[in-house]
């Protein structure tokens, strides 16, 4: 089976940094993906992790640990749009299926 | 990615009746997926739909209870069937487009039932 965590709401300042983790236990893993979903609209792309290591993307960056089952979402220099809520998934080799976390609700403040 | 249209965009229905929702892409793609967002929760998957043959369902879900058809490769139905105010969630499509699955998804479709 599939078991993803992540933080269910989170706060930040304007301006800083943020991190939110995910842990995940899958069989048949291929590759850790990040969505961002503003209220009321669907989900959107940001990241794909499927190596180890960092991956960045302007503002935003994801790294990924396969061995310990762990990601985390970076973003920097946070702006008020920035407030969604993030949600961590995983995707499922043999079935080209993505399974999602509960979300992490980020709210930013001035 | 594809552009992703959902018909339609919101419906409020009544108890005992059914619903169908209609996924359009723009380009073909292989893979289709359903969704299902209840109210302040994360997505749940429903089925893959997938072209010419019967949907794969997940751990939950019936084909009785949410009949798919994919009769090509840029469309897709969810019947969302006797329904009840348990049902009333946001239905999402997805379609995967990539070696990576990497998945985008429609608009959403709104379904409240009374």
């Known amino acids: 089976g599939q078991n993803i965590d992540q933080p269910t709401e989170m706060t930040a300042t304007e301006g800083a940094i943020v991190q939110i983790n995910c842990t995940y236990q899958?069989?048949?893993?291929?590759?850790l993906f990040w969505y961002q979903q503003h209220a009321g609209e669907a989900p959107t792309f940001l990241s794909y992790?499927?190596?180890?290591g960092l991956e960045e993307k302007g503002r935003f960056s994801s790294f990924l640990s396969r061995s310990k089952g762990y990601s985390y979402l970076l973003l920097k220099e946070l702006q008020m749009k920035d407030s969604a809520s993030y949600l961590c998934a995983v995707g499922h080799s043999s079935a080209s299926k993505i399974i999602f976390g509960s979300g992490t609700r980020l709210s930013i403040r001035p | 990615s594809a552009v992703i249209s959902q018909k339609p965009s919101r419906d409020i229905c009544q108890r005992g009746t059914s619903l169908t929702i209609q996924c359009q892409v723009d380009s073909q793609v292989t893979m289709m997926f359903w969704y299902r967002q209840q109210p302040g929760q994360s997505l749940t998957l429903i089925a893959t739909?997938?072209?010419?043959?019967?949907?794969?369902?997940e751990s939950g879900f019936v084909i009785d209870k949410f009949p798919i058809s994919r009769p090509n490769l840029t469309f897709s139905t969810l019947t969302v069937s006797n329904m009840s105010p348990e049902d009333s969630s946001i239905y999402l499509c997805?379609?995967?487009?990539?070696?990576?699955?990497?998945?985008?998804f429609g608009p959403g479709t709104r379904l409240t039932v009374l």
């Open positions: 739909a997938n072209q010419g043959s019967e949907a794969t369902y």
């Open positions: 997805s379609v995967g487009l990539a070696v990576t699955d990497t998945q985008y």
């Open positions: 899958t069989s048949g893993f291929n590759g």
């Open positions: 992790n499927v190596l180890d």
